[in-house]
T-cell receptor, first 117, second 110 residues
């Protein structure tokens, strides 16, 4: 399957600081990438859909000014958590969509564990 | 709409079989199965698109019923490496987003 990388894998930051997470599709071009958030022992909750060259589409309840998404190229999307607070601590996972014939497969990055102190 | 997964958890001994179900109140475009180990990202297992379809590799297979509202994941002769949380993701149309079930935690003991 296709490979998606994510960086950093772990980050610890102080409350009030901003954190940037990168998501890259390594061997394919992804016009669409997705950002998920996962709390312990829970399912993946979609935060936003990132489209190359246009604004991201945010799910209901997700603050677009707090979670800034930029999809600058066909292989890179970034998520910036601004003014992070302890309640933002979570496992953030990106996913890239690869079009295969007439259907779409989604491949996930390894995730970023964010801890806000 | 979030699909319903069952059971929530299952504990097996190595070599035993398990079935995980994923159902929707609406006909689906596709069903995607993933396995996630603790602290890691989900790994893609397989996708089902056609009603009545069955597919699989090694000892893990899946089916999609004719009405395209239910899928089952079959794990036969389970191995220790099968332990993890299994998620089904569903799409209602070809362009819609993937929505995940709550997950099924599978534990395989020696």
């Amino acid at each position: 399957g296709a490979v998606v990388s994510q960086h950093p894998s772990r980050v610890i930051c102080k409350s009030g600081t901003s954190v940037k997470i990168e998501c890259r599709s390594l061997d394919f071009q992804a016009t669409t990438m997705f950002w998920y958030r996962q709390f312990p022992k829970q399912s993946l909750m979609l935060m936003a859909t990132s489209n190359e060259g246009s604004k991201a589409t945010y799910e209901q309840g997700v603050e677009k000014d707090k979670f800034l998404i930029n999809h600058a190229s066909l292989t890179l999307s970034t998520l910036t958590v601004t003014s992070a607070h302890p309640e933002d601590s979570s496992f953030y996972i990106c996913s890239a969509r690869e079009v295969v014939r007439d259907y779409n497969e989604q491949f996930f990055g390894p995730g970023t564990r964010l801890t806000v102190l | 709409q979030q699909p319903v997964q069952s059971p929530q958890a299952v504990i097996l001994r190595e070599g035993e079989d398990a079935v995980i179900n994923c159902s929707s109140s609406k006909a689906l475009y596709s069903v995607h199965w993933y396995r996630q180990k603790h602290g890691e990202a989900p790994i893609f297992l397989m996708i089902l698109l056609k009603g009545g379809e069955q597919k699989g590799h090694d000892k893990i297979s899946a089916s999609f019923n004719e009405k395209k509202q239910q899928s089952s994941l079959y794990l036969t002769a389970s191995q220790l490496s099968y332990s993890g949380t299994y998620f089904c993701g569903t799409r209602e149309t070809s362009g819609s987003r993937l929505t995940f079930g709550e997950g099924t935690q599978l534990t395989v003991n020696p």
